[in-house]
């Protein structure tokens, strides 16, 4: 019978410590700590984990249990190789949307344009760079856009939209529309900060 992942968060353990990592859809996984391009897939009872520079992992359900996973690096004889992973929780639905999303952004006075919302945390603008990052909590999405100012948004999964505007000026409007999913790992917007 073939082992099924349940997408969400999960804490990874090894003998080195524990972290945060993410099975995500489509067989991406993720983890804001150590970002690479990574993907997971299920061939049977096993889940074959390969992180890029980090390694390549296979894990089994600990005693039928598909939240418990448990396995080493894979290929690896050695005790000390050992993994574990398991289910902390599902995604919410405004994880689900914004984490790894780009959206139009429309302004009074304005053509709207393209931003970018990415796994790790950082916020891109491409036709407005800047050093910037958001935080999701609930419904709330705040952005920090360097020198473009701080905004506030709340997010509405249903309609795919967000609508907000410059912090302390609700006057001076933002309205953003989903555009597309985006990959979790972005190669040239990884900073080394933790926002």
Known sequence: MALTVETGCYSFEWKGGTFDV?????????????PAEASYAV????????W???GKYELRADGGNPKSLVGAVA??????????ANFVRAFTPQEALLSG??????????????VEFHADGHFNAPAYPAHSWYKLDGNAVFVEWGKYGQYEFVLDVAKREMNGHLR???????????????AAYQKKHHCGHDH
């Open 22 to 34: 993410e099975f995500r859809p489509d067989g991406v996984f993720w983890c804001k700590k150590f």
């Open 43 to 50: 061939e049977g009872d096993v889940v074959k984990v390969d």
């Open 52 to 54: 890029g520079k980090f």
């Open 75 to 84: 290929g690896s004889s050695n005790p000390d190789d050992w993994r574990k």
């Open 101 to 114: 999303s780009a959206w139009q952004l429309h302004f009074e006075g304005g053509s709207p344009f393209r």
């Open 168 to 182: 302390g000026n609700e006057k001076s409007w933002r309205r953003l529309e989903y555009t597309e999913p985006m």
